[in-house]
């Protein structure tokens, strides 16, 4: 193989859109990038959500206001209207209790979106992933 082998595409405007290989290449990456994706999405997927928790908690729900099903990642501006709806799922819920906090963790950026629901407001406070 040699660098001829390889083709860049760009758009009307110049701009690079991809690179194409001939196949022989691909079969010696693809385990490499396949084993390269992998571990965060394998990661994501064995982590179970506490649902009976939130379920719990919106079932004693006993605030002056709706239940908010509204997450807004305050670091990466990553939000929707409804965590629970969304496929895939934008926010992943690590915590949820009776006193009114609720955690989520943001799958774009891994941020820790935590709202404190009190008897007349909700506290949002969000912070960046920890990095190991």
Not at 30 to 54: F, G, H, M, S, Y
Not at 90 to 112: I, T
């Amino acid at each position: 193989m040699t660098t001829s082998d390889i083709i860049h595409a760009f758009d009307a405007q110049g701009k690079p859109l991809g690179v194409f290989i001939p196949n022989a290449v691909w079969e010696q990456l693809n385990p490499t990038v396949k084993q390269a994706l992998t571990p965060n999405r394998a990661k994501r997927q064995e982590i179970k959500e506490p649902l009976a928790d939130w379920d719990m908690l919106v079932s004693c729900w006993d605030f002056p206001y709706p239940v908010d099903t509204d997450v807004h990642c305050q670091l990466c501006d990553n939000q929707t209207q409804d965590w629970k709806a969304d496929t895939p799922r934008k926010f992943q819920l690590k915590a949820a209790n009776l006193g009114g906090l609720v955690s989520f963790e943001c799958n774009q950026c891994q941020a820790r979106i935590r709202k404190n629901h009190f008897k007349d407001t909700i506290d949002v406070i969000c912070t960046p992933a920890v990095s190991n």
